[in-house]
């Protein structure tokens, strides 16, 4: 039986997706599993609209008040759309892609 991967993405690649060509979101989520985009990250993203990236075959989540909450009490060198990716991934046991050295070291 084949083990699929789900994963969330932080707007760096989100952004290096999108520019190396149409289609490679998509062939991800075949090959490995769906790929999860927070909307604080979203936000991030000017040229990803919510509908566009259902129409890539994004997950769009909304994370629940607590990780908010959570992630706006939280200090350091990660950004707050970055601290809630985080904080998601976490709590779904998602693997989290980035290309942000902070985030992949947190």
Do not use: K
């Amino acid at each position: 039986m084949e083990t699929r991967v789900s994963l969330i993405a932080d707007a760096c690649v989100l952004i290096d997706l999108l520019e190396a060509r149409v289609g490679v979101i998509e062939a991800i989520a075949a090959a490995i599993g769906p790929m999860h985009v927070v909307v604080e990250v979203l936000e991030e993203v000017e040229v990803l609209t919510r509908e566009r990236a259902g129409e890539l075959g994004l997950v769009v989540v909304e994370a629940t008040t607590e990780v908010r909450l959570a992630a706006a009490a939280e200090r350091g060198r990660l950004s707050l759309p970055d601290r809630v990716c985080l904080l998601v991934a976490a709590q779904e046991q998602w693997t989290c892609v980035s290309n942000d050295g902070p985030l992949r070291r947190a």
